[in-house]
């Protein structure tokens, strides 16, 4: 796990973990049933874990990008 640095808050609400991590409320909702302990609950508001979540991200594997295959050309384009 990720440790804590002191410029960035341990806790946050959803819509900041949101822009953080680019990842939807859905998707969110589905990594606190994998990851217990990323939700927090302080009294009506639930707060996420940023430190956890930051690690959650970190631990995606990197995207294989393949370069797209060559366009075939029209017969307009060829003349």
Known sequence: MSE???D???FG???EAKRRSGRSRSR???LAAEYPGLFRKD???TVVDLGLLD???EAFPTAEIKAPAPRKQTEAART
Do not use: D, V
Request: glycine share 6%; hydrophobic share 15%.
């Open 55 to 57: 690690s959650i991200c």
């Open 43 to 45: 009294g009506k508001s």
């Open 13 to 15: 609400k959803i819509p």
């Open 28 to 30: 969110l909702y589905e």
């Open 4 to 6: 804590h640095q002191p």
């Open 8 to 10: 960035r808050p341990r």
